[in-house]
């Protein structure tokens, strides 16, 4: 059974940073495209970023520049650095691997 554990995210000042991460036990994780999304309050939920099997990697706009998708496949895990977090970077973040879905991690910009 594949699980995707969010972790990381919490109350952070405008500019400030985070690391996400998502653990995914459970299946071989080397071979799969991983993706984080987030939805804010009365918004769809949106894709962020991507990172491929061969590593390469896609942004949406809004994020360009100030976040960043790694993964580790020797500790099946997948990170988003968010760095210059904005206000409007409030949503919970989820990760992603095809039609399975973690339980989201929440990110509040506030001061």
């Known amino acids: 059974q594949v699980q995707l554990v969010e972790s990381g995210g919490g109350l952070v000042q405008p500019g400030g940073s985070l690391r996400l991460s998502c653990a995914a036990p459970?299946?071989?994780?080397?071979?799969?495209?991983m993706r984080w999304y987030r939805q804010a309050p009365g918004k769809e939920r949106e894709l962020v970023a991507h990172i491929a099997v061969s590593g390469s990697t896609y942004y949406a706009d809004s994020v360009k520049g100030r976040f960043t998708i790694s993964r580790d496949n020797a500790k099946n895990t997948v990170y988003l650095q968010i760095d210059s977090l904005k206000p409007e970077d409030t949503a919970v973040y989820y990760c992603?691997?095809?039609?399975?879905w973690g339980q989201g991690t929440q990110v509040t910009v506030s001061s």
């Open positions: 992603n691997r095809e039609k399975n």
């Open positions: 459970g299946f071989t994780f080397s071979s799969y495209a």
